[in-house]
């Protein structure tokens, strides 16, 4: 039996449409014969709608309290999600970041994953379940709650992939995969098949915001193959894994 890690970006789990989407994919994956640890990000744009609701009170907000806030975005797409694998007939369990043991550094907002104690995920996976984990957001020493900077539920999802041990660590997203260029700025940009770790995080630097920095640094430390595609079009996506470098 494998194990499956799915990490489903905002756009993907934007309403309730697309939260029954991706639980028909990820039921597929299950129907295969998986065990599934799926990461979820909050959706749409609810993270940023927190950050102007929390200004509305604050200009600047302690970032403890923003953490605290931030972190529910990814809780709200996890429960939902659970829930609607329960009515399709499946079970299934959300885990916040700290009941999945995602143990952090204490910086506020911009924090590191340190640890991961995977017993609690594992236990449900040997239950049979589908185990939902709220990414971007871990918890500190002291009990805080932390967040991994934007974008980080990738970098959860690749860190639960090399503490799991996982086969495969698929990043669901809204495009196609990994481009020569953002495609929704450049119509002559073009998609790639497969592309190496430092390639990638050369094009992550220079502002492509299809991944994590982090994610990929931590991919390509413990070589964990990423698979990028969307979970709209169900297209082949583009690899990211440990290849020679090509002229991009
Ligand atoms: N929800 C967070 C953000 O919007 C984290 C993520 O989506 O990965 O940045
Ligand atoms: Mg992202």
Redesign the pocket.
Same mark, same amino acid.
């Given at each position: 039996m494998a194990l499956i890690v799915q990490k489903f @970006? #905002?756009s993907s789990v934007a309403d309730s449409h697309r939260i029954q989407h991706v639980c028909n994919i990820i039921a597929k994956t299950y129907d295969a014969g998986n065990q599934v640890v799926v990461v979820l990000?909050?959706q749409g744009d609810?993270?940023?709608l927190l950050i102007e609701k929390a200004k509305e009170l604050n200009p600047c907000p302690s970032a403890r309290e923003l953490d605290v806030l931030?972190s529910t @975005?990814?809780q709200i797409s996890v429960a939902l999600a659970a829930m609607c694998m329960e009515r399709m007939g499946y079970s299934a369990v959300s885990l916040t970041g700290w009941q999945a043991g995602i143990e952090t550094s204490s910086e506020h907002s911009v924090a590191k994953i340190t640890k991961i104690s995977k017993g609690a995920i594992t236990r449900e996976l040997e239950k049979g379940r589908i185990v939902f984990v709220a #990414?971007?957001q871990g918890i500190d020493a002291q009990g805080e709650i932390t967040?991994? #900077?934007? #974008? @980080?539920?990738?970098t959860?999802a690749v860190a639960l992939a090399v503490a799991l041990h996982a086969d495969a660590c698929q990043i669901f997203t809204d495009v196609d995969g990994v481009y020569t260029a953002d495609p929704r700025k450049d119509p002559n940009a073009t998609k790639l098949d497969e592309i190496n770790y430092d390639e990638m995080l050369q094009m992550v630097n220079a502002g492509a915001q299809v991944l994590?920095d982090r994610c990929v640094i931590l991919a390509m430390h413990h070589n964990i193959p990423l698979e990028v595609c969307s979970s709209f079009t169900g297209n082949p996506g583009t690899l990211v894994h440990s290849m020679a470098a090509q002229k991009l």
């Open positions: @970006g #905002g990000s909050a609810t993270t940023d931030l @975005g990814e #990414g971007f967040t991994l #900077g934007r #974008g @980080g539920s990738d959860t994590h």
